[in-house]
Nanobody, 118 residues
Framework: QVQLVESGGGLVQPGGSLRLSCAAS??????MAWYRQPPGKERELVAR???????TYADSVKGRFTISRDNARNTVYLQMNSLKVEETAVYYC??????????????WGQGTQVTVSS
């Protein structure tokens, strides 16, 4: 019903910046978010944004990352500044839908690799 396609990952030096994009197909998109999973660690929430634009950030990225969305294009973005080596991870796009018949349904993108290294 819903598919998420991430783009924008790659190699960046410590202190550098990167912008991730996630385009959603389908209809009824509600909350969108970005998660990340460093090697050998659990997946963690990075940032989330409601359809109305209310944002939430992990404490570790506050002041450096910005999440935004374009509802008309069903696209969410993550601007990442002052990147740290420890933030090397696979970054995943998340979205959910809410309908009367189905309730909440969660969807995940395939992930995009972000490597922070000199």
């Amino acid at each position: 019903q819903v598919q998420l396609v991430e783009s924008g990952g790659g190699l960046v030096q410590p202190g550098g910046s990167l912008r991730l994009s996630c385009a959603a197909s389908g209809s009824g998109i509600n909350v969108m978010a970005w998660y990340r999973q460093p090697p050998g660690k659990e997946r963690e929430l990075v940032a989330r944004i409601t359809r109305g634009g209310t944002t939430t950030y992990a404490d570790s990225v506050k002041g450096r990352f910005t999440i935004s969305r374009d509802n008309a294009r069903n696209t969410v973005y993550l601007q990442m500044n002052s990147l740290k080596v420890e933030e090397t991870a696979v970054y995943y796009c998340f979205a959910n839908t809410l309908t009367f018949s189905e309730g909440y349904l969660d969807y995940w993108g395939q992930g995009t690799q972000v490597t922070v290294s000199s």
